[in-house]
Nanobody, 114 residues
Framework: EVQLVESGGGLVQPGGSLRLSCAASGFTFSIYSMSWVRQAPGEGLEWVSAISAGASDTAYVDSVKGRFTISRDNAKNTLYLQLNNLKPEDTAVYYC???????WGHGTQVTVSA
């Protein structure tokens, strides 16, 4: 059974940082690209970032470039998203998503507020 379990969300002030983690199990993590997708309150889904299976390639939505960093540890079957210089508009539920968006985690809430 494929499982993706996110953690690391929380309430942070503007300009602050968080590190999201996604523990993967039930599939061969190291051969799949992974993504982070977010959903702000009352909004649709927004792709945030992706990383290739071997971590050689990464991509970001323009609004987070230079602030967020995606990474992975294939030995630990874990995906990460480092969020720096957070803004109120980054408030959303962040989902860890496998490759072709066929499996999703339950999400972790990130709230940026003074």
């Amino acid at each position: 059974e494929v499982q993706l379990v996110e953690s690391g969300g929380g309430l942070v002030q503007p300009g602050g940082s968080l590190r999201l983690s996604c523990a993967a199990s039930g599939f061969t993590f190291s051969i799949y690209s992974m993504s982070w997708v977010r959903q702000a309150p009352g909004e649709g889904l927004e792709w945030v970032s992706a990383i290739s299976a071997g971590a050689s390639d990464t991509a970001y939505v323009d609004s987070v470039k230079g602030r967020f960093t995606i990474s992975r540890d294939n030995a630990k079957n874990t995906l990460y998203l480092q969020l720096n210089n957070l803004k109120p508009e980054d408030t959303a539920v962040y989902y860890c998503v496998k490759s072709f968006w066929d499996y999703w985690g339950h999400g972790t809430q990130v709230t940026v507020s003074a």
